[in-house]
Protein backbone atom coordinates (compact mmCIF):
# COMPACT_ATOMS: atom_id res chain seq x y z
CA UNK A 1 0.00 0.00 0.00
CA UNK A 2 2.83 2.09 1.47
CA UNK A 3 5.41 1.20 -1.90
CA UNK A 4 2.62 1.92 -4.51
CA UNK A 5 0.27 4.46 -3.09
CA UNK A 6 -2.24 1.45 -2.67
CA UNK A 7 -5.86 1.49 -1.42
CA UNK A 8 -6.54 -1.46 0.74
CA UNK A 9 -9.01 -3.43 -1.72
CA UNK A 10 -6.30 -2.73 -4.59
CA UNK A 11 -3.66 -4.26 -2.59
CA UNK A 12 -5.11 -7.52 -2.08
CA UNK A 13 -6.44 -7.61 -5.35
CA UNK A 14 -2.58 -7.54 -6.65
CA UNK A 15 -0.84 -10.33 -7.14
CA UNK A 16 1.11 -11.88 -4.98
CA UNK A 17 4.53 -13.75 -4.68
CA UNK A 18 6.02 -16.17 -1.92
CA UNK A 19 9.08 -17.91 -1.22
CA UNK A 20 8.61 -21.68 -1.09
CA UNK A 21 11.09 -24.40 -0.14
CA UNK A 22 13.75 -22.93 -2.28
CA UNK A 23 11.41 -21.91 -5.11
CA UNK A 24 9.35 -18.94 -6.16
CA UNK A 25 5.74 -18.74 -6.38
CA UNK A 26 4.09 -15.73 -8.41
CA UNK A 27 0.53 -15.62 -8.90
CA UNK A 28 -0.54 -14.81 -12.38
CA UNK A 29 -1.01 -11.58 -12.96
CA UNK A 30 2.95 -10.47 -13.02
CA UNK A 31 4.57 -9.42 -16.11
CA UNK A 32 6.92 -11.98 -18.15
CA UNK A 33 9.98 -9.27 -17.49
CA UNK A 34 9.60 -9.66 -13.64
CA UNK A 35 9.42 -13.83 -14.27
CA UNK A 36 12.29 -13.52 -16.66
CA UNK A 37 14.00 -11.17 -13.88
CA UNK A 38 13.84 -13.42 -11.21
CA UNK A 39 15.02 -16.28 -13.03
CA UNK A 40 17.88 -14.73 -14.52
CA UNK A 41 18.78 -13.93 -10.78
CA UNK A 42 18.66 -18.01 -9.83
CA UNK A 43 15.09 -18.08 -8.40
CA UNK A 44 13.54 -21.35 -9.33
CA UNK A 45 10.24 -19.30 -10.06
CA UNK A 46 6.75 -20.62 -10.61
CA UNK A 47 3.08 -20.43 -11.19
CA UNK A 48 1.09 -22.14 -8.30
CA UNK A 49 -2.84 -23.82 -8.85
CA UNK A 50 -4.27 -22.37 -6.46
CA UNK A 51 -4.33 -18.66 -5.07
CA UNK A 52 -1.56 -17.95 -2.31
CA UNK A 53 -3.55 -16.99 0.82
CA UNK A 54 -6.05 -14.71 1.34
CA UNK A 55 -7.89 -11.91 4.25
CA UNK A 56 -9.56 -9.27 4.96
CA UNK A 57 -8.23 -5.80 6.05
CA UNK A 58 -10.12 -2.33 7.83
CA UNK A 59 -7.93 0.70 7.65
CA UNK A 60 -8.43 3.65 10.32
CA UNK A 61 -8.23 6.28 8.00
CA UNK A 62 -6.64 9.79 10.12
CA UNK A 63 -10.17 11.59 9.74
CA UNK A 64 -11.62 8.62 11.71
CA UNK A 65 -13.14 6.50 8.45
CA UNK A 66 -12.94 3.08 8.46
CA UNK A 67 -11.68 1.58 5.13
CA UNK A 68 -12.60 -2.35 4.77
CA UNK A 69 -11.38 -4.72 2.19
CA UNK A 70 -11.78 -8.50 1.51
CA UNK A 71 -9.92 -10.62 -0.77
CA UNK A 72 -11.46 -11.89 -3.59
CA UNK A 73 -9.31 -15.00 -3.86
CA UNK A 74 -11.78 -16.51 -1.00
CA UNK A 75 -15.03 -15.75 0.74
CA UNK A 76 -15.26 -13.81 3.37
CA UNK A 77 -16.12 -9.66 4.61
CA UNK A 78 -14.48 -6.83 6.78
CA UNK A 79 -16.24 -6.10 9.56
CA UNK A 80 -15.58 -2.83 11.68
CA UNK A 81 -17.77 -0.14 13.90
Not at 26 to 32: C, F, I, N
Not at 43 to 53: E, K, M, Q, S
Amino acid sequence: MVDYGMDVQSSFESPRGFADAGGLKLERGYDDTVRATLAEMGHDVCTPDAPLGGGQAILLRDDGVLEGASDPRKDGMAVGY
